[in-house]
Nanobody
């Protein structure tokens, strides 16, 4: 089992920045893939970005050039730096981790943190 705890969500104006963090604990050996997914009101959860333990990244087209994922393998933590935020980025952001990440997840989920971008 892997436990994931997110932090860093909140309210920000359009054009602003936020940094999300996610700390993993438990069966860390099974967290080769870590990532962020989001679910906006009335929409399905979608992939935002993923990163492997080796540092390979994948981004949704909608966030390329604005968001950056990173991870600290020694601290078992993944980060999401979000810049140039738009109202359409408003969503609950979920941290995910597992052996491999896909468009639908990585296997384990955090409880989510709300990001609200005001216009």
């Amino acid at each position: 089992q892997v436990q994931l705890v997110e932090s860093g969500g909140g309210l920000v104006q359009a054009g602003g920045s936020l940094r999300l963090s996610c700390a993993a604990s438990g069966s860390i050996f099974s967290t080769n893939g870590m990532g962020w997914y989001r679910q906006a009101p009335g929409k399905q959860r979608e992939l935002v970005t993923t990163i492997t333990r080796g540092g390979s990244t994948n981004y949704a087209d909608s966030v390329k050039g604005r968001f950056a994922i990173s991870r600290d393998n020694t601290q078992h933590t993944v980060y999401l730096q979000m810049n140039s935020l738009k109202p359409e980025d408003t969503a609950v952001y979920y941290c995910a981790a597992g052996p491999i990440c896909s468009s639908s997840g990585c296997g384990y989920w955090g409880k989510g943190t709300l990001v609200t971008v005001s216009s």
